[in-house]
């Protein structure tokens, strides 16, 4: 932490800790040897290479040794899948959890067990909704340092204007789809994304590799700063989702570079992107086309200051040590 390439949820957490050590609180984290994160670290894995969250032996053994090395802190925040279970070794020490993925079957049988001690944490309304039931102690944004990227004025490269896709290749989150609209709209695409999973590959071959051409192009896993510099310069960021985003951290990073987001409404998008102010919501392709014809009519300033606003880090610290302190005050 943060991600040299894909990881939003590396990001998010980075952004967290430098936001409570700025607030002036103590932060210790429990990661990988290998994290650059400018704050206290322990580890017990060296380096983050084949790590995934829900990996089950090597976020156990992450985990488990986590909770003994942070036994005598105020709190926890844990932000992996085991150790909220593991905690109940530790039951006098308050523990948050956040769940950053899609309340599916699984998770959604796993979190309805969990111990009614453990505060959840929902990123999003729309993901809380998936499973009503479940008792979510705070919804609570995501947030971006918008001062650590650049504003652009979307005028694209040496080659002219063009849209932008990134995440990762996953029929869900829509290549293809932003490949057929931006064509229809007679712009070119480029696209960075993750692509290390037999799936994500399969998919790549059978449904985005035949719509490749002059016209959209394909640039791989691309690091920071290369990021960085696509966004700023692009017109929009296509984010053509077809599935219950829990968040969408791209969304976010796009404003922060003035990059205004076309999307469909589905899963959080709604409570990230202003209609007609920080981006179009669109119900289908053809609107999509349609919409990114009609950028220009949109002040990239203003996704910037959603993302110096509301989408901050200092507000998404704020809201997370409100519910710290209550939590430490009633233990």
Known sequence: MPPPLYGGIELVIDQLARGLTEAGHDVTLFTTGDSTCPVRK?????????????TAVPEMRHAIHGYKALADQDIIHDHTVFGPFYSDRFPHMPVVTT???????????LYS????????VAISHAQAATLPSLPVARVIHHGLDASRFPF??????????????LGRMASAKGAHRAIRVARKAGMRILMAAKMREDPEKQYFREEVEP???????YLGEVEHDVKLDLLANASALLFPIRWNEPFGMIMLEAMACGTPVLAFPEGSVPEVVENGVTGFLCEDEEEMATALHKVESLDRRKCREAVEGYFSTRRMVDDHLALYTALANRS
Do not use: M, Q
């Open 42 to 54: 322990l580890w017990v894995l060296d380096e983050a290479d084949g790590f995934r969250i829900g």
């Open 99 to 109: 769940i950053h993925g899609p309340l599916n079957e699984e998770l959604s049988d």
């Open 113 to 120: 067990d969990l111990s009614p001690r453990i505060a959840i």
């Open 152 to 165: 652009g004025n979307g005028k694209g490269d040496s080659d002219g204007p063009y849209a932008l896709f």
């Open 211 to 217: 719509l490749l051409g002059p016209d959209a192009v």
